[in-house]
């Protein structure tokens, strides 16, 4: 169940972001952890997913950030995990940081389709699946203060929150029904 899972990850009682991504610089998991220390204190936050292709240093870099901000109680790294609909499920708000536009953000779509309320930096793909204010919200990427006001916000009016994933959840459902789209490409073939 969802209470044994945060109960075992140590979040009871917790306001939690989850970010889900391999540990990399361009995908901006210190922009998250800058944001948390300008957060109330119960908010904390998951980082699913490790470092890939030789980026240990940036791995050693974010917990060094951790230390300097004096975060340690409020983050938790929990590496390549298999559990990701329950681990994104058991969150509060799911983060996109990325730094550099990426074309499509699946993690954005993976998380509204769990009913979760979403904040994406404002580049590439996010621009097209968020909508502020209404399926989640867009920040400028690499600004901490901006992300820290979106959670702060999402952890004091919740019932806000709730309005705006269960939105992202009913679109996102819409857009991505694999009906639907097999309908679309059926359509696009019949053009041609």
Known sequence: SLNHLRQNLGLD???VVGHFSRLSPWK???ILLEALAHCPDDVTAILVGDALFGEQD???H???QVAKLGLEKRVR???FRSDIVSLMTACDLIAHTSTAPEPFGRVIVEAMLCGKP???AEAGGAIELVETGKTGWLVTPGNPQ???KVITTCRQQPEYAATIAKESQRQASQRFNVTNINQQIG?????L
């Open 77 to 79: 790294f929990l590496g």
């Open 13 to 15: 009682g917790q306001f």
């Open 62 to 64: 974010l917990h060094q």
């Open 58 to 60: 940036y791995v050693e």
């Open 118 to 120: 979403v904040v994406a």
């Open 146 to 148: 901006q992300l820290a």
């Open 28 to 30: 901006g998991q210190h």
């Open 187 to 191: 359509q696009l073939l019949g053009n």
